[in-house]
Structure formats: structure tokens, C-alpha cells
């Protein structure tokens, strides 16, 4: 085929003077539009090739196709082109170099072809040749192959000469356009496998769909700035590809005209008068074979071209449908940010509302110090709660796979973190209806105190110290973790409103007395006393009565008495204020040890003196 191109060069070349410009378009030219349609193919590869969803992949996949069918037509406008003769190429100095280089390099092949044919033909004497025909065969074919190394060499020289000639050799035109299709991968595999098949196998990433009515704050931001950089890169595309029609416009130019040329040169050799002349009439008839051969060259450059023009405008159509629809996406998941965005902010005034109505409730309607402090602290809790779910519903987008990840991660926090979780929920007994508050006395794993404060996590103690019936502020706070209140240890607390405690007196009357008269005696001292402080012991029970809606006796001043080893030992139980016990206990005892020694009849045993006992149940 290229024996024939530069045959019908040099015919071309001996024609008339309308002929003589060959190549219509200039090397340079060439190679800086397929230098830009490159540029473009592969920005336009880099873009389809990202990831995108079901409805962008079948505009990826139209845009993919109709860009591989553009750069690929663009190389063959280039290759036609390159196959016609340039005016400065040294082969239109002497035509007959041309046709000497092109049979030269015909002989050269043929005898290579003859070579091979001959040492295949030895080789298969080879395997039947007797010993002594042997050394002869293979001394032949040792012959025959040099003869083959050297014609190969030749027509391997003349091919690259003829192609310097013709302008497609090392160096030249062709040279360059090769090198430019080296720069496209996929459109050497496009040429091998078809068209068709090259651009199946290629595939755009897949994404999954985009779904902004149940996407989160954070996925519709990312999403819509996704979608901006794409229309971005859309515009950039479509301002190339719009740039690349123009120079597809531009060179197709000069080929109109060389066609218009090729034409009008025809028509003038066709109306010239009929010659009788047979040498006039073989000029003319090569003339128009000259004039054939020059319309399908230049014909088979704008074909070519002309269909790239057809699909350059296909892929910016694709573009134009493509960023439509990104538009409208775009548009639709704003409409959902700017929604999402204001529910937020709804919700956000509306817990905000809530909370503050709470704070105002609780100030005004809740008198009691340590509820109204419960009551804030949980308000505290709640609104938390709420922001904080709140803002992972509207910010996070797969809330499905949020709640696994929760999940797992909670169940994580709560082996690393159950004694606090165990005191927050502690902490709700403890300051419930019948809870602990500051000032109530406990016992906690057997440390007495004073409660100072109940806080969220922990309880604090002021620890009383002395003996059992006599306790003193020892001046050290104890902390107990709320998570105590679940331990098998007990804890002690006094009744709510209640601030009594129970206290026994024990005697050891010696002799035989009579025990109806002794008892009455000491508990008329123990009354004079309590009489003191009996109204507020019986108030505080009434209250205690009222709030737990039990029925327990009125407390009051008992006695018990029994005879043991002829001597009368008697108890008196009594009730006294905690906050005065010592000082009750004392004159209690006084009081007693007065009345013993007034009454000669009562003396106490021997070495035995009253003693004073916690009373408890």
C-alpha cells in the first residue's frame, strides 16, 4: 500500500501545474490538533472514570464511547494525511528515486522470502540425509541463512528510506503521529480488539445512588460539594471540547479546498476538445488518474475528520445532558440541606424551650432545696440527652450502620465503665422519696457519718467518731462511690423526718424489793425528763406516720423488770433527741442514781453501776 502511495506521488508529481500542491494541511498543524485531541481524550477519561452513580454511568459510558470514537478518527485523518506527500519532501526532487527505492525494496523481500522457502526445504532434508550428506546440508544452510540475515537488512534499510521520502519514516510525520498513539493506550487495544469491544471493557467506578431525603447534614454537605466539583470539571470539559470543534472546523478548511480544487482541475481536463493526438490523449488520461488518486487521498482525509466533527458534538451533548442533571441534583439536595438545617435549628429552640421551662417550673413550684437541686440536675441530664441525639439523627447519614457501631461501642463502655454507670444509677436511689439528704446520719460498710452531699457520682460523709452512744465530728469527710448503695454491705438510715434514736438503761437492784414500787419510782424520773422534749419526738412520728402511711405505737418511756440470783434487774427503754443524746443520756443517769440513793430500801448490786445502751429495732 505504501509502494502505492508513493507510485501515485510521483505521478502526481509529473502532472500539470494545478497539482503541485500536495499535502493540504501542515505537519505542524496536524500534530498540535492531535496533541490537543489527546489532551482532551484523556481529561475526558480521567472524568468518566470516577466514581458516579447508576444515572451518571449511562451518560459516562455514551461519553466514554463517543470521545474513543473521536480520538481514533482524529489519528486516521492523521495517517491519510501522512500518506500524502509533503511539498518538501526530497522525494518530489527526483520521482524516479522514489520508484527505484520501492522496487529495490520488492526484490529485497521477495529474495528473503526465497531464502526461507529454501532452508525450510533443508531442514526437512536434514531429518533423512545420510551421514555423509549431512555436513553438505548443514554447511548449505549456514549459507542460505546469511543470504536471509542480509535481504532481511536490506528491505528493512529501503522501508525505512522510502517512509523518510514519503514523509511518514524516523523523524517524520508518521514517526510523530506513532508516537502520539503511544501516548493513548486504549486506543491501541481499541484497534485490535474494535471499537465496540474497547469501550465495554472499560468501566466508569461505581458509586452507590445518592439519596438526599435520607442522607444527614454531613452527607448532603459532602455530596453537594461532590457534585460542584464535578459541574466545575463539566464546564472545563465542555469549554474544551468546544475548542476542539473549532480546530476540527478549522482544518477542514483547506481540505474543502483542496477537494474544490481536485474538482474544478477535473472538470477542466473533461471539456477540453477531443485530440487526434495519441500522446495528448495517454497526458490527459493520466492527468485524471492523477486527479483520482489526489481526490481519494484528500477525500480520505475529510471523511475522517467529518466524523470526528459529528462525534466531538455527540460528547458535548453528553456533557450538556450530564451537567443538567448534576443541576438538578444539586438544586435537590440543597433544598434537602437547607431543610435538614432547619429542622435542626427548630429542634435545637425547641429543646432549649423545654429545658428553660423546666428551670422556671422547678425554681417556682418546688420549695425544698435538695428536690429542686435533683430536679435541676436531672433537667441537666435530659436536655443533654436530647441535644446530643438530636445531633447525631440530623448529622449522621447511615443511622443503620451508626447503631451497630453504637452498639458495640456502648456495649465496649459498659464493661470499661460499670462502676460509674453503677453510681449514675445509684445515684437516682439515693435521692429518691426515701433517699439520703444532707444532714441524715448513716452507716455505711460500718463507717458512721453525717451526709454532707449526694453527688452524681459519689457521697460524702462526715465522719462521727467516739463511743456508740456519744458520737463526735472526727473532722475527716469519707467518699464513698454511689455504686456502694449495690454492694451486700447494708446501708443505715435514719427514717425520713424522723430525729430520734432509741436508748436503754439497764439496773441491777440488789435485795428483795418490791418491783412494782421501783419500777414506778424510775420511771417517773426517766419522764420528768422526756417530758421535756415530748411533743417534738411525738410530732416527728406523726409526720413519719403520715409520710409512709404506716401505723407504728407512740413512742414513750417503757420498762421491763426480772428477778435474777435474788436480785431485781430492770430496763427502761426511752426515746432521745440525736441532736441532745448525750446531754438526755446523762441526765437521765443522774437522775436515777438520785433516786437510788434516796430510797435506802434501793441499792444497786455490788460493783454494778446504770449503764446506757444503744437501743436498736
Not at 532452508?119 to 543470504?147: C, F, G, H
Not at 422519696?433 to 448513716?442: F, K, L, S, T
Request: net charge positive.
Amino acid at each position: 500500500m505504501r509502494i502505492g502511495a508513493v507510485i501515485a506521488a510521483a505521478v502526481l508529481l509529473t502532472s500539470g501545474p494545478a497539482l503541485r500542491a500536495q499535502r493540504p494541511v501542515q505537519d505542524q498543524a496536524i500534530l498540535q490538533y492531535l496533541s490537543q485531541t489527546n489532551s482532551w481524550y484523556l481529561d475526558v477519561t480521567a472524568f468518566v472514570n470516577s466514581p458516579a452513580g447508576s444515572r451518571e454511568r449511562l451518560f459516562a459510558d455514551d461519553l466514554r464511547n463517543s470521545s474513543s470514537h473521536a480520538v481514533r478518527l482524529a489519528f486516521d485523518f492523521a495517517r491519510a494525511q501522512a500518506a500524502i506527500p509533503s511539498a518538501n519532501a526530497p522525494a518530489q526532487a527526483d520521482p524516479g528515486r522514489g520508484r527505484n527505492l520501492a522496487q529495490a525494496e520488492a526484490a529485497a523481500d521477495q529474495r528473503a522470502d526465497q531464502a526461507q522457502a529454501q532452508i525450510e526445504q533443508i531442514n526437512r532434508q536434514l531429518e533423512s540425509a545420510s551421514p555423509k550428506a549431512l555436513a553438505r546440508l548443514l554447511a548449505l544452510r549456514d549459507e542460505v541463512t546469511s543470504e536471509l540475515n542480509f535481504a532481511k537488512a536490506r528491505r528493512d534499510s529501503l522501508r525505512k528510506l522510502i517512509g523518510f521520502f514519503s514523509g511518514s519514516g524516523e523523524g517524520g510525520l508518521g514517526a510523530k503521529i506513532n508516537d502520539l498513539a503511544r501516548s493513548v493506550p486504549e486506543l491501541t487495544s481499541q484497534q485490535q480488539r474494535g471499537p465496540e469491544k474497547g469501550a465495554a471493557n472499560v468501566g466508569a467506578a461505581s458509586a452507590q445512588d445518592f439519596h438526599p431525603e435520607s442522607a444527614g447534614l454531613i452527607g448532603l454537605t459532602t455530596e453537594i460539594l461532590a457534585m460542584s466539583g464535578k459541574m466545575s470539571r463539566l464546564d472545563h470539559l465542555t469549554q474544551v471540547t468546544e475548542s476542539l470543534r473549532q480546530a476540527n472546523q478549522g482544518l477542514r478548511a483547506p481540505l474543502r479546498s483542496a477537494l474544490q480544487e481536485v474538482i474544478r482541475s477535473a472538470d477542466e481536463v473533461s471539456q477540453r476538445p477531443e485530440s487526434a493526438d495519441p500522446a495528448a490523449l495517454i497526458a490527459q488520461r493520466k492527468e485524471m488518474d492523477a486527479l483520482a488518486a489526489r481526490f481519494k487521498q484528500v477525500s480520505g482525509s475529510t471523511v475522517p475528520l467529518s466524523e470526528q466533527s459529528a462525534q466531538i458534538n455527540a460528547s458535548r451533548g453528553h456533557m450538556l445532558e450530564w451537567r443538567r442533571v448534576l443541576d438538578e441534583d444539586h438544586s435537590r439536595a440543597l433544598r434537602y440541606l437547607a431543610l435538614r438545617a432547619g429542622m435542626l435549628a427548630a429542634g435545637l429552640v425547641l429543646i432549649f424551650g423545654f429545658s428553660e421551662l423546666w428551670r422556671r417550673a422547678t425554681m417556682r413550684y418546688v420549695s425544698d432545696l435538695r428536690r429542686r437541686r435533683q430536679f435541676l440536675l436531672l433537667r441537666r441530664i435530659v436536655v443533654t440527652c436530647m441535644i446530643v441525639l438530636f445531633l447525631i439523627l440530623s448529622f449522621v447519614t447511615e443511622f443503620g450502620s451508626f447503631a451497630t457501631f453504637a452498639g458495640f461501642s456502648a456495649a465496649g463502655i459498659a464493661v470499661a465503665m460499670q462502676s460509674v454507670i453503677l453510681s449514675v444509677v445509684a445515684y437516682f436511689f439515693l435521692v429518691g422519696r426515701w433517699g439520703v439528704r444532707a444532714g441524715d446520719r448513716v452507716t455505711v460498710s460500718g463507717v458512721t457519718g453525717e451526709v454532707v452531699e449526694v453527688g452524681l457520682f459519689r457521697l460524702y460523709l462526715m465522719e462521727l467518731g467516739g463511743s456508740e452512744i456519744a458520737l463526735e465530728p472526727t473532722g475527716r469527710i469519707v467518699v464513698f462511690p454511689n455504686s456502694v448503695f449495690f454492694q451486700p454491705a447494708a446501708l443505715f438510715k435514719q427514717l425520713p423526718g424522723i430525729d430520734y434514736a432509741w436508748r436503754t438503761l439497764n439496773l441491777k437492784i440488789m435485795g428483795a424489793t418490791d418491783a412494782a414500787q421501783v419500777e414506778s419510782r424510775l420511771l417517773a424520773a426517766v419522764e420528768s425528763i422526756y417530758a421535756e422534749y415530748r411533743e417534738t419526738v411525738e410530732g416527728q412520728h406523726r409526720a413519719a406516720q403520715s409520710s409512709l402511711n404506716l401505723h407504728t405505737p407512740i413512742p414513750r418511756v417503757e420498762s421491763r423488770v426480772r428477778i435474777a440470783d435474788s436480785n431485781l434487774e430492770m430496763t427502761i427503754r426511752y426515746p432521745v433527741e440525736i441532736g441532745r443524746a448525750r446531754e438526755i443520756d446523762d441526765r437521765i443517769s443522774r437522775k436515777v442514781i438520785e433516786e437510788v440513793e434516796r430510797e435506802p430500801k434501793l441499792r444497786l448490786a455490788d460493783g454494778s453501776t446504770p449503764k446506757v445502751e444503744i437501743k436498736r429495732g
